[in-house]
């Protein structure tokens, strides 16, 4: 199989209940990619396919409820990238949900392009460094919405870690690309790649 690399056209689901902010997002995202628009859990169940390359997924929706999409499209067996994009401050049941990145209302038209070339260049690697990613990904969101007392206190904390440590032992195969990778996991570029 072909390695993506971050430039190329994606196919992205956008689901959101606020018609409106799905189809902002979904304009933004068109400038670059292949995009579909769901404006419900159920509607997005019905759209989301094995072409679907990242899924864009509002937690918070009345009919179905962006955890239980997150739930029906793993059991699927089709395996989207998936980035929570809601309203919700994450707490510490994110720790087993499937999902590989998360992201805090409000976004903007760069974060959601460069979290779609992030999630492409994350599926070049195997499956044991896109875990990795995905624990960091939650570490980090828990530690930017929980203080030390907090986080120390926390069972699910402490698994995350403690995965990620095992995680970051057992990839020396691959540890000089996850260390240059690190970098643009902690930070996007803010006007992406040029394309020289």
Same mark, same amino acid.
């Given at each position: 199989m072909?390695?993506?690399v971050?430039?190329?056209?994606?196919?992205?689901?956008?689901?959101?209940?606020?018609?409106?902010?799905?189809?902002?997002?979904?304009?933004?995202?068109?400038?670059?990619?292949?995009?579909?628009?769901?404006?419900?859990?159920?509607?997005?169940?019905?759209?989301?396919d094995?072409?679907?390359?990242?899924?864009?997924?509002?937690?918070?929706?009345?009919?179905?409820?962006?955890?239980?999409?997150?739930?029906?499209i793993?059991e699927?067996?089709?395996?989207?990238?998936?980035?929570?994009?809601?309203?919700?401050?994450?707490?510490?049941?994110i720790?087993?949900m499937?999902?590989?990145?998360?992201? %805090?209302?409000?976004?903007s038209?760069? &974060?959601?392009?460069? /979290? #779609? @070339?992030e999630? =492409?260049?994350?599926t070049?690697?195997?499956?044991?460094?896109?875990e990795?990613?995905a624990?960091?990904?939650?570490?980090?969101?828990?530690e930017?919405?929980?203080? %030390?007392?907090?986080?120390e206190?926390? &069972?699910?904390?402490? /698994? #995350? @870690?403690?995965? =990620?440590?095992?995680?970051?032992?057992?990839?020396?195969?691959?540890?000089?690309?996850?260390d240059?990778?690190?970098?643009?996991f902690?930070?996007?570029?803010?006007?992406?790649?040029?394309?020289?």
């Open positions: 072909q390695k993506r971050e430039t190329e056209e994606a196919t992205v689901l956008v689901v959101d209940d606020e018609q409106d902010i799905a189809d902002l997002y979904s304009t933004w995202l068109l400038t670059a990619h292949d995009v579909r628009t769901a404006h419900s859990g159920t509607e997005a169940l019905q759209v989301v094995a072409s679907v390359d990242v899924v864009f997924l509002d937690r918070q929706m009345p009919d179905m409820s962006g955890d239980e999409v997150l739930d029906t793993a699927r067996g089709i395996d989207p990238a998936v980035v929570m994009v809601t309203a919700v401050d994450p707490d510490f049941d720790v087993e499937p999902f590989d990145e998360y992201l %805090t209302k409000p976004v038209r760069e &974060d959601l392009l460069d /979290t #779609v @070339s999630m =492409l260049v994350r070049t690697y195997d499956d044991q460094v896109q990795y990613f624990v960091a990904s939650k570490k980090a969101t828990l930017t919405q929980k203080n %030390t007392a907090q986080l206190a926390n &069972d699910e904390y402490r /698994t #995350v @870690s403690e995965r =990620l440590e095992e995680l970051r032992e057992t990839a020396d195969s691959t540890a000089a690309e996850i240059d990778f690190e970098a643009v902690q930070e996007f570029p803010g006007g992406g790649l040029s394309s020289d």
